[in-house]
């Protein structure tokens, strides 16, 4: 599993059901306007029924949201649910209230109350079945997480099961499901550069394993326990160098279509210990005066950070010759 990616996509968690006009100056700005965006007027009605003053502590919670102040809309929902504490809107807008603050046992336990008997026509149903999966994520209840985000997109499709469900996967290690769930959220909010890396990234993690296992597939390859696949072109006949030596090499570095990522014209020396964990192990297996072929996974070149002429979550092919051990 890519951590960073994972990270990352925990923190658009909160733009669940954001619509595409959304401009997310961070993740709380986000989540305030999707809430306030989101308001449907029949079910505000549907809270007056039940009580006025019910009505009035969810829409100054609304308000709160709006500004910024997610505490106090929290505290202004749970106000309002004591008032009136069988109507399902509020506990899908106290919810995502505890969800922001990243109370998580609790904002399930809203949702799951929001779900327990909601009439069908609540425009927000999909969008809680979603955060209830992001919720159980959270927890590790990874099974129950994906029948949400199903139940959810059976509804409508969203941002935040796509995105959830495509966090599982890759989980998972999954990125060949995971990316179709990324690349769907990004379509559903074009304006997020976050979500366009996202699924540029675990595309990219798919086909770069798929170059990866051809390579391994090579006569002379070897594939290590890290994913490195060495081969040993020209064996060299000098000393063999450790992990912490400082070391001299001619390098040319490629990406999966042969496009140029690295080159150097003269010998360039470097501690072992301090470049890629690629390079580290693989030129550690060489002896001096040999030349070797690397094809190094993500995982232990760029990840998903990526370089200059490296896009995230690349492997890459060296071809290295081993000068000196210095």
């Avoid at 925990?10 to 989101?38: M, N």
């Avoid at 129950?144 to 995105?163: I, N, Q």
């Avoid at 770069?208 to 040993?232: H, I, M, N, W």
Wanted: hydrophobic fraction near 45%; proline fraction near 6%.
């Amino acid at each position: 599993m890519s951590r960073r990616l994972a990270l990352g996509v925990l923190s658009l968690f909160v733009l669940c059901g954001a619509p595409a006009r959304v401009e997310a100056e961070d993740e709380v700005g986000a989540a305030t306007k999707a809430l306030a965006d989101e308001l449907v007027q029949d079910a505000w009605l549907h809270v007056a029924r039940q009580s006025e003053p019910a009505r009035q502590k969810a829409l100054a919670g609304d308000e709160a949201f709006r500004q910024g102040d997610v505490a106090l809309a929290e505290q202004r929902y749970a106000e309002a649910i004591a008032l009136a504490p069988d109507v399902p809107t509020l506990y899908h807008r106290h919810g995502t209230a505890l969800m922001v603050l990243q109370r998580t046992d609790e904002a399930l336990a809203a949702f799951d109350r929001a779900l327990a008997g909601p009439d069908p026509g609540y425009s927000w149903i999909y969008e809680a079945h979603a955060n209830r999966g992001n919720m159980l994520l959270q927890l590790g209840r990874t099974e129950e997480a994906l029948a949400a985000y199903v139940t959810s997109l059976s509804l409508k499709p969203s941002v935040g099961a796509h995105l959830g469900r495509g966090l599982l996967y890759a989980r998972q290690g999954n990125f060949a499901k995971a990316a179709p769930d990324y690349r769907a959220a990004a379509r559903l909010a074009p304006e997020s550069e976050q979500l366009e890396l996202y699924a540029a990234t675990a595309e990219e993690l798919v086909v770069s394993e798929a170059f990866v296992d051809q390579e391994a597939k090579k006569p002379g390859a070897v594939r290590t326990a890290s994913g490195l696949v060495f081969t040993d072109v020209t064996p060299g006949s000098g000393a063999q160098p450790q992990p912490t030596d400082q070391v001299r090499v001619r390098f040319r570095g490629t990406l999966r279509d042969g496009s140029l990522a690295h080159e150097v014209d003269e010998p360039m020396a470097f501690p072992l210990d301090q470049v890629i964990p690629c390079w580290t192990e693989g030129i550690a297996r060489m002896r001096v005066g040999g030349k070797a072929r690397l094809v190094c996974p993500a995982a232990i070149a760029y990840g998903e950070r990526g370089g200059p002429r490296i896009p995230p979550g690349a492997a890459l092919a060296y071809d290295i010759e081993l000068v000196s051990i210095e």
